[in-house]
């Protein structure tokens, strides 16, 4: 069973930067989405943001111009650069890959913004 795993969580104060990683531990054919979801306390989850096959991207209005998806096809991993973090970014961050005849999700890593 193939499994997302996600890193790069942490603590940050605000105004800090973080970078996220998500890396498939197998090949997973025919992905055409990759996203990145979060979920904070008492709230459901979220679409941060989102990338295509054709890279088309869309993100968060509140994240729209601090966060960036990016992909790396050589190493099957996905990014979620965050920067200028704020501590309503505070949540459990979780990868989601999409193919064909299936959806997968990371176990979620924690991101707090606290100073």
């Known amino acids: 069973q193939v499994q997302l795993v996600e890193s790069g969580g942490g603590t940050v104060q605000p105004g800090g930067s973080l970078r996220l990683s998500c890396a498939a531990s197998g090949s997973i054919f025919n992905v055409y989405a990759w996203g990145w ?26 994240v729209k111009g601090r966060f960036t998806i990016s992909r790396d096809n050589a190493k099957n991993t996905v990014y979620l650069q965050m920067n200028e973090l704020k501590p309503e970014d505070t ?22 913004v606290s100073s």
């Not at 979801?37 to 509140?62: C, D, F, H, M």
């Open 37 to 62: 979801y979060r979920q904070a306390p008492g709230k459901q989850r979220e679409l941060v943001a989102k990338i295509t096959a054709g890279r088309s991207t869309n993100y968060a209005e509140s």
């Open 91 to 112: 949540a459990v961050y979780y990868c989601n890959w999409v193919s064909l005849t299936d959806a997968y999700w990371g176990q979620g890593t924690q991101v707090t």
